[in-house]
Each structure stands twice: as C-alpha cells, then as structure tokens.
C-alpha cells in the first residue's frame, strides 16, 4: 500500500526556514511526478513546487526564489526547503505523488496527511 508521510513543519518566526520532509513507501515503482501543496486557512489548496522524475522543476509565484524542491539519490524522499518565510506562508503543506501527463503538468493520486507550518510576524 503506497503512503506518503510529511515531517518537519513547526512554528517560525518571518524570516525564518524550515525543511519539510516526505517519505513515500509502497511503491513498486517510482512516481514520475511529486509535490508539495499548501492549504492556507481559510482557503483553497495550491501547489508551491513540483519535480519530475527526470528532474524538471516549476514553483508558484509566490514561493520562486525562496522554496526548493529536492529528492535524494534513493528517490523514496521528496524535500522541501523554505527559506525567508512570511506570514502568508502559514498552512497544512501536503506531499503528493502521481504520474507526469505532459510538459509539467502531472496528476496526483497519493497524498500525505500533512504537516503544519506556523510564521509569525
């Protein structure tokens, strides 16, 4: 059975980082996309970063420049480090696997229960 479980969430002040770990286990083969999400309170869920198996990689408006994404040579853990959080970054951040359909658009069918990430001001 496939699963994806996030660590590394917790409360930081602006400015601060954080990494966000996810380890996937199950698979009998390797996703050929994964991602991270983010659902702010209050909102809609969005993607802030996603990789390919073959190593491509888009991020959010909003996260360019301060979020990236990685996974180790075991490709069994996807990473997430943040740098220069703000407020607007709090939110449950999910990790999600799934196949890549074209260019980078990839659909997702296994997802993590989350973990928290807290920024204050």
């Known amino acids: 059975q496939v699963r994806l479980v996030e660590s590394g969430g917790g409360s930081v002040q602006a400015g601060g980082s954080l990494k966000l770990s996810c380890v996937a286990s199950?698979?009998?083969?390797?996703?050929?996309?994964m991602a991270w999400f983010r659902q702010p309170p209050g909102k809609e869920r969005e993607r802030v970063a996603l990789?390919?198996?073959?190593?491509?990689?888009s991020y959010s408006d909003s996260v360019e420049g301060r979020f990236t994404i990685s996974q180790d040579n075991s490709q069994n853990s996807l990473y997430l480090q943040m740098s220069s959080l703000a407020p607007e970054d709090t939110g449950m951040y999910f990790c999600a696997a799934g196949r890549n359909i074209v260019g980078l658009n990839c659909a997702f069918d296994n997802w993590g229960p989350g973990t928290q990430v807290t920024v204050s001001s």
């Open positions: 199950g698979y009998t083969y390797r996703p050929s996309c």
């Open positions: 990789r390919t198996a073959d190593g491509r990689k």
